[in-house]
């Protein structure tokens, strides 16, 4: 099941976005391990979404299969 949440404008949108990717970056850079981030990339989007759940996937189109590699939950 997929979340989706209207925010007020583009630019809006735009700066959550930029944000959150800012702060990932950021955490890659400080060498914190997959877990960690994905725990918090879910702390700061639960600001933002109303959602109770993250899931990490790769989908890969030779075999047609995608896989679930993380998930987060409350």
């Not at 959150?20 to 979404?49: C, K, M, P, T, W």
């Amino acid at each position: 099941m997929a979340c989706f949440y209207a925010v007020d404008s583009h630019r809006e949108q735009g700066a959550v976005s930029s944000d959150i990717l800012n702060e990932v970056v950021q955490d890659l850079n400080a060498g914190r391990g997959f877990q960690e981030i994905l725990d918090s990339i879910y702390a700061r989007l639960r600001g933002h979404l109303p959602c109770n759940r993250l899931a990490v996937s790769v989908y890969d189109s030779g075999r047609d299969t995608l896989t679930v590699h993380a998930c987060r939950s409350d």
